[in-house]
């Protein structure tokens, strides 16, 4: 009996081992960071080229799987020259004092069908704020996909300030989507 | 001296207003630091870029339902070049502002008329064609700029010098023949 317990509890004390099913590589190549949001009407989309990801993810235990984020903003492409210039200012992203944007996973919970909700803590331009989304996990080939699409409000991390508050030049919405690809690590 | 109708009369002087204006404000707008007025000019230059357009349709329309009323007697060489000059005037008022949608699409920002109608993107996004497109756009307008003035000139030779009504055909109002 006691040593039945004392099983049990050393199985919860103990760090979990990786599994050997663990998806921890990030292939950056085949991820994708892109944005979009209207500016006077009309719709504008961009991408981030630029970012790094830490990933723990085992197919057999998604719910503990961890994710870190880090996107350098200075990545930030419209497709339009002055946008791309004028974002890195202080108004905007404040690139000098804010390089990166930070993502850090808190916690999974499983919708069903390969569908979770990743929530974690989103930092932006100094600004940390509890962030959730939605992703859809697909397996294939040895490479696990993970695909998702949220709304981030600008106004809250100040993105925009001063003359570019006013959301009807630039809307406060801004539809993320985003597509990480990862591998197992080879043994 | 018969006139030109009503509705060509509005419109050959609404349109004339619309290229002044968004010619100025093109002008001004190209100059301003990157900042929300820039773009809300920016947005208004386009919707009266594409209000032109339109209304030169309508006008070439209506001009080919209803010629226009026969000018004054004059040398043949000034009515070839009369005719020159407003084929040439109509073919710039069209490809100006075609030549802006067209930049603005190569640009990567979708044109919208009045921040309600979006029109569609002509060309992929592309800086070097976007760039191409602005000195186009510039090299055009200066084309319309000669043009208007020679076609201003010679209102005011026929107005001032030669006296012969030619103006009175479009002046607006109903006693329009001043001479």
Same mark, same amino acid.
């Given at each position: 009996m006691n040593t039945r317990i004392f099983f049990i509890a050393a199985l919860l004390a103990a760090p979990l081992p990786a599994s050997a099913e663990a998806y921890t590589a990030v292939d950056v190549e085949q991820?994708?960071?892109?944005?979009?949001?209207?500016?006077?009407?009309?719709s504008?989309?961009?991408?981030?080229?630029?970012?790094?990801?830490?990933?723990?993810?085992?197919?057999?235990?998604?719910?503990?799987?961890?994710?870190?984020?880090?996107?350098?903003?200075?990545?930030?492409?419209?497709?339009?020259?002055?946008?791309?210039?004028?974002?890195?200012?202080?108004?905007?992203?404040?690139?000098?004092?804010?390089?990166?944007?930070?993502?850090?996973?808190?916690?999974?919970t499983p919708l069903g069908e390969s569908r979770y909700e990743l929530a974690g803590d989103l930092t932006l331009k100094g600004t940390t704020r509890p962030l959730r989304t939605p992703v859809t996990v697909s397996i294939a080939d040895g490479q696990v996909l993970f695909e998702g699409e949220f709304v981030l409000e600008r106004l809250d991390y100040d993105i925009g300030t001063g003359a570019w508050r006013d959301t009807r030049v630039v809307a406060n919405e801004v539809q993320v989507r985003f597509s990480l690809a990862a591998l197992q690590v080879p043994e | 001296m018969t006139r030109y109708s009503g509705l060509a009369?509005?419109?050959?002087?609404l349109v004339a207003l619309l290229i002044f204006g968004t010619f100025g404000l093109g002008l001004y707008m190209t100059e301003l630091p990157f900042s929300p007025d820039k773009l809300r000019l920016y947005s208004w230059h386009k919707t009266i870029g594409v209000s032109v357009f339109l209304l030169v349709l309508i006008r070439l329309g209506w001009r080919l339902w209803?010629?226009?009323?026969?000018?004054?007697?004059? !040398? =043949?060489?000034?009515?070839?070049?009369?005719? %020159?000059?407003?084929? &040439?005037?109509?073919?710039?008022? +069209? @490809?100006v502002p075609l030549s802006g949608w067209l930049m603005?699409?190569?640009?990567?920002?979708?044109?919208?008329?009045?921040?309600?109608?979006?029109?569609?993107?002509?060309?992929?996004?592309?800086?070097?064609?976007?760039?191409?497109? !602005? =000195?186009?756009?510039?090299?055009?307008?200066? %084309?319309?700029?000669? &043009?208007?003035?020679?076609?201003? +000139? @010679?209102?005011?030779?026929?107005?001032?010098?030669?006296?012969?009504?030619?103006?009175?055909r479009m002046w607006p109002g109903r006693h329009g023949d001043t001479t």
């Open positions: 991820s994708r960071i892109a944005f979009g949001f209207r500016q006077m009407g009309v504008m989309q961009g991408r981030f080229g630029s970012f790094r990801a830490e990933l723990d993810f085992d197919p057999a235990r998604p719910e503990s799987a961890s994710a870190t984020l880090e996107i350098e903003l200075e990545s930030f492409d419209a497709g339009v020259r002055d946008l791309n210039r004028e974002v890195h200012g202080s108004q905007w992203f404040d690139t000098a004092n804010h390089p990166v944007a930070r993502f850090v996973s808190s916690s999974v | 009369i509005g419109l050959h002087w209803r010629r226009p009323p026969p000018p004054p007697p004059m !040398a =043949r060489w000034q009515r070839v070049a009369s005719h %020159a000059v407003h084929h &040439l005037l109509y073919g710039l008022m +069209l @490809a603005s699409s190569a640009k990567g920002f979708q044109t919208m008329w009045f921040g309600i109608v979006p029109l569609p993107d002509l060309l992929p996004a592309s800086e070097s064609v976007g760039d191409a497109l !602005a =000195r186009t756009h510039w090299f055009l307008n200066l %084309a319309l700029c000669g &043009l208007v003035a020679l076609h201003l +000139l @010679a209102a005011l030779k026929h107005q001032f010098i030669d006296r012969d009504g030619l103006l009175g």
